[in-house]
């Protein structure tokens, strides 16, 4: 399995507090996604890094912000969660951008009230 | 907007009986895939079939490309109960690799026993 670890794997938060979300990968691999995933619509890419400090907005970006400062974490932050935001939210690696099967966290389930 | 679609939403066959789901997107792509998710966790790649290929195999998948109808299809021989998991094709605009890569709202596959 690839060294992905997401944490916290289930949280629970009121409206209006902000969450960070953390994937660590032991791989070294260069691109780090962020999807979430919803019922009736598969997963829709929130945001993307290329390398360190390198980082791209995906489909559905409103609302969420990213970091990376080191190759191996790759953090999503909701700055004031809302309930539209609760989802499951996975955390994927590749060695390349261009071509490449995506290796998958095993997902952070969220959940706003 | 969802580039990938899977076809039927849901299916359920009985151990040893053959399973085929379709996936159909709208642009044209370099590559498809077909991931693997069982429930709670995060996706699997089985197996990517370039945009110039037609057919590939890997044990007992066969996936094959349509790219004039803009359809894939993934056929698992001789099911398993193991094999009852959700199954999502992803694809990749052309133009653009992982970063563009496109998940379809899945196929819920059961097998029964």
């Known amino acids: 399995d690839a060294g992905i670890t997401q944490s916290p794997r289930h949280k629970v938060t009121e409206t209006g507090t902000p969450v960070t979300l953390r994937c660590h990968q032991t791989e070294n691999h260069r691109y780090m996604y962020w999807y979430r995933q919803d019922p009736g619509h598969g997963l829709r890419l929130i945001h993307y890094?290329?390398?360190?400090?390198?980082?791209d907005k995906g489909e559905v970006s409103d609302g969420y912000s990213v970091s990376r400062s080191k190759t191996e974490d790759f953090l999503l932050t909701l700055e004031s969660a809302t309930s539209s935001q609760t989802s499951v939210y996975f955390c994927?690696?590749?060695?390349?951008?261009?071509?490449?099967?995506?290796?998958f966290g095993e997902g952070s389930r969220l959940t706003v009230l | 907007s969802q580039q990938g679609e899977e076809d039927p939403q849901a299916l359920s066959i009985q151990e040893g009986e053959n399973a085929t789901m379709n996936c159909s997107y709208k642009?044209?792509?370099?590559?498809l895939q077909w991931y693997r998710q069982n429930s709670g966790r995060g996706l699997v790649h089985l197996i990517l079939?370039?945009?110039?290929?037609r057919e590939k195999h890997s044990g007992r998948l066969r996936v094959t490309l349509d790219t004039s109808k803009k359809s894939s299809s993934l056929l698992i021989t001789a099911s398993r109960a193991a094999d009852t998991a959700s199954y999502f094709c992803a694809t990749d605009a052309a133009n653009f690799g992982n970063e563009k890569l496109t998940f379809g709202t899945g196929t819920r596959l059961t097998i029964i026993p």
């Open positions: 994927a690696i590749t060695a390349s951008g261009t071509i490449g099967e995506l290796f």
């Open positions: 890094s290329y390398g360190v400090k390198d980082t």
């Open positions: 642009t044209s792509i370099n590559n």
């Open positions: 079939i370039r945009s110039n290929e």
